[in-house]
């Protein structure tokens, strides 16, 4: 299973561990990912999705994993996640851009 966030693509780091003595050596930095069950209201169903705790906040945030599937970009989602965001805009409806004209 990758070390990646479903929702945000936060992946694994690299960088150095630096001794006492200056040495440094090769380590990684994981992100901190946790196994999250969402509620999606437009779907009427739970989804089970491997996110950083940071995604979790901004989900929170932006007013449930609905809200957040629509506002997200696709190219960052999953393809587990950017099915989910295609169900949720074919039920909910897309939300229209209208552009003013001027």
């Given amino acids: 299973m990758s070390r990646r966030c479903e929702l945000t693509a936060k992946g694994p780091q690299v960088g150095h561990k630096v001794s ?9 930095f994981l ?11 437009a779907l009427g169903c739970n989804v ?3 996110v950083s705790t940071n995604a979790l906040k901004s989900v929170d945030h ?17 393809p587990r996640a ?10 909910v409806g897309k939300p229209a851009f209208v552009k003013k004209a001027s």
């Fill in 82 to 91: 950017l099915e989910l965001k295609r169900a949720i805009e074919k039920k």
């Fill in 62 to 78: 932006n007013g449930g994993l609905d809200a957040y599937l629509l506002k997200a970009k696709a190219d960052v989602l999953s």
């Fill in 31 to 41: 992100p901190n990912l946790a196994n999250v069950t969402f509620i999606s209201d």
């Fill in 48 to 50: 089970r999705l491997r």
């Fill in 20 to 28: 006492h003595s200056n040495i440094k050596t090769k380590r990684r």
